[in-house]
């Protein structure tokens, strides 16, 4: 749709409460004209710090306008549905001063959980135990069949200019695809660096026309553990 990506982006994630707007800030005016950020961080405030610093740059005349830069930001998936997954959006146009959004991610394919104290043995065992209610091994697929609807409708009203997903597999990407009317996603955000290259998804992506953006390009959580 003639949405041009740009290749280097200033990320929020785990910027801190304190940090975000400042950091923000200082990213645009030394140069940055890409900020990624996500309903979920910082605690659910991090958005509301970007609008601010897009805001202060603006006034201040460091960029002339917003649309200088390029903003992405996430449904969270405790949102899955489709009126649910549009509530979330607008949630995050106005935390994010915004009446458009650049790029608007599903950012997780999987479930909400009940509880953040998940005990790995459990987890292991049964990966959706602690999955919020409705949103059971049997049910995300078409969960997830309707926040892509919701997506789809947000752009066809203009209030996204481009939607994608984010930490998708080809499995997840391919039972998308049976039930979009909107295809292919622009973008799938993912881990990607040389401790995890993703060769298979990105094959698949690029023969789907998908974009592959990449996250913790310099090594992700689990970096330190890797053995070469």
Not at 34 to 39: C, G, M, Q, R, S
Request: charged share 25%; aromatic share 10%.
């Amino acid at each position: 749709g003639g949405v041009v990506l740009p290749w280097v982006g200033f990320g929020t994630y785990r910027l801190g409460k304190g940090v975000a707007e400042e950091a923000v800030y200082e990213a645009v005016k030394a140069g940055y004209r890409a900020v990624d950020t996500a309903f979920v961080y910082g605690g659910e405030t991090t958005e509301g710090k970007v609008g601010r610093a897009l805001e202060r740059l603006e006034r201040e005349g460091v960029v002339r306008s917003r649309r200088e830069v390029f903003v992405t930001t996430k449904q969270w998936r405790k949102f899955h549905g489709y009126d649910k997954t549009l509530e979330c959006l607008g949630v995050s146009l106005e935390r994010l001063g915004m009446e458009q959004l650049d790029l608007w991610l599903m950012h997780w394919p999987g479930p909400a959980f009940g509880t953040m104290a998940r005990e790995r043995e459990v987890v292991e065992a049964d990966p959706w135990f602690y999955a919020t209610e409705g949103q059971g091994a049997a049910e995300m697929a078409d969960l997830r069949a309707e926040t892509w609807r919701a997506m789809e409708d947000a752009w066809r009203s203009g209030r996204v200019r481009a939607i994608g997903v984010s930490n998708f597999t080809v499995a997840h990407l391919e039972r998308l695809k049976k039930t979009a009317t909107l295809w292919p996603p622009a973008v799938n955000q993912v881990e990607l660096h040389p401790l995890r290259p993703q060769h298979e998804l990105r094959a698949y992506c690029v023969g789907e026309g998908i974009v592959v953006q990449g996250y913790a390009s310099l090594g992700g959580q689990d970096t330190g553990k890797a053995v070469w």
